[in-house]
């Protein structure tokens, strides 16, 4: 039982490059979320999803696109990388949507943009 | 606006007991969770409360105040591989979660 797995764990890009970070959930779960992680702040919610085919906007959006096309994986695009995404980025899944929804988290992906 | 606070760092001895205190102030509450972070890992769940009291769960404890909206998350009988950020956070009335900055803890032989 593997739980989240993402994939790449580390990423160089230049600015104005573009990716995609995979997250992939072998738990079945319904729920799955992408944050970002920097220094001296907490984790910062960018998109979620609550279900297959459907996202939804975080705290931190901008500059950012994801899609759910099937319920085990969400992915995280970033079209045109800017040197402020520069960040731990975490992609993590949830079984509810409530208030004791616990959250597995991947390992975590380190970007550095140039 | 929603916050939490934690302190940044906290030092403490192999053995003994440590105090990781937080404090919120969130539009609505529906429970809060502690998570440990070792360092380049993945935050892992510790904890959860929602009613006023104490949690226990081993050498762990977690406590909540609604009223005073304040939690402590209470290590007894530390160990090296205690070594690490705690993070507070809580759920609000969307049910969406705020976290803190996290609490790193350094454990001296």
């Known amino acids: 039982n593997a739980g989240v797995t993402q994939t790449p764990k580390f990423r160089v890009l230049k600015t104005g490059q573009s990716m995609t970070l995979l997250c992939a959930q072998d738990?079945?779960?319904?729920?799955m979320y992408w944050y970002r992680q920097d220094p001296g702040m907490g984790l910062r919610l960018i998109h979620y999803s609550v279900g297959e085919g459907t996202t939804a906007k975080g705290e931190v959006p901008d500059g950012y696109n994801v899609s759910r096309l099937k319920k085990q994986n969400f992915l995280l695009g970033l079209e045109s990388a800017a040197p402020s995404q520069t960040s731990v980025y975490f992609c993590a899944s949830s079984h509810k949507w409530d208030g004791a929804n616990v959250l597995t988290f991947g390992a975590g992906s380190r970007l550095t943009v140039l | 606006g929603q916050n939490i606070d934690q302190p940044t760092e906290m030092t403490a001895t192999e053995g003994a007991i440590v105090q990781i205190n937080c404090t919120y102030q969130t539009s609505g509450f529906n429970g809060l969770f502690w998570y440990q972070q070792h360092a380049g890992e993945a935050p892992t769940f510790l904890s959860y409360n929602v009613l006023d009291g104490l949690e226990e769960k081993g050498r762990f404890s977690s406590f909540l105040s609604r009223s005073k909206g304040y939690s402590y998350l209470l290590l007894k009988e530390l160990q090296m591989k205690d070594s690490a950020s705690y993070l507070c956070?809580?759920?609000?009335?969307?049910?969406?979660?705020?976290w803190g900055a996290g609490t790193k803890l350094i454990i001296k032989p």
């Open positions: 738990m079945n779960h319904e729920y």
């Open positions: 956070a809580v759920s609000d009335s969307n049910y969406q979660l705020i």
